[in-house]
């Protein structure tokens, strides 16, 4: 009797996941392929591209995880950057180079309905035209990423306030706004700007869509970083079959080979744009559509999530003054900046 109450929950709750997933992806207005945004602070590194250092490139081919990190180490040596930096916050961030890769997905309907048996083909097909189609994209500069979503530790400190239901101080904040997610970034900008550990024109900031993906594949074209199969899955990230319903402490999974975690479940991640439709052009430096109405995108999946919304391609979409307990952040680092 207990196990078929359980069965039942879990349906339960994965049937309230479907209506939300699907109620993130409505049309926003129409919104089409991706536009400038003179706010977003992208760095000045056309100097740095020469033929001394080659692009990371995994558009045609996958690359292992020994070429993943010998790229990272390459291109920090080239910039006068470190491979880790550490800030006032107790915070680790990686450097990613500088690279092109392919972003979203071109597998089938068929094939995807392994990752989420639960609902309906229709739901799926529904998902995928937001990753959909398949294509280049092009980041000419390399940037700092944390190595984990920001803890609640890391963001007391920073706010001095823990808006979290599941507490925790090495365990990602969540429920948290876009408006705080923002105003987080601003003063630790500010603060390691005073403490003199980065330069008057580096920022803080969520990334970009682009970013975020690329930094996740980490030279893969698999589903996960760790592979296609819900096996991999659990090896990388905690999500709704492993989760016990509930975030977990950072960094407890394995990483990827820039050295990041947690990139696939535990909290789903904030972006800086709002959800907008693929085209089939190469993309070079790219940032999506204004947040409209207060939604933004945040990618991964998470604690809540099952491993078809945990995959590197998908796109979920929520209201920025929502408190969702599924829905943290992680920061970027970008330095110098064109802002």
Known sequence: MLRRLLRIRRLMSLFALVILATAASCDDGDIDAEETLPSVCIPKWDDHISDTVELFNFVDDERSRKEVREAQRQWAEHVGMEVEHQNTIGMTLKFIPP???????DRAVEEMIEWFPEATTRWIAGELKWERPRHEVQLSYGFYMAS???????????????????????????RVTMDEAVAFCERLTQRERDAGRIDHDAVYRLPTEAEWEYACR?????????????????????????????????GRKEPNAFGLYDMHGNVGEACLENLGLYNDEKKVNPVGPRVQHGRFVYRGGSWYHAAFTSRAAWRGSRFGGVRHPWVGFRVVLVQPCNC
Do not use: C, I
């Open 99 to 105: 690279g092109e890769y392919l972003r979203g997905t």
């Open 218 to 250: 980490a030279g893969t074209h698999t589903a996960f970083y760790s592979g296609d199969g819900a096996d991999d899955l659990a090896k990388a990230g905690w999500y709704w079959e492993n989760s016990e319903e509930q975030t977990r402490e950072v």
């Open 148 to 174: 984990t979503p920001v803890t609640q530790e890391q963001y007391r400190e920073v706010m001095g306030e823990n808006p979290s239901k599941f507490e925790g101080d090495n365990r990602p904040v969540e």
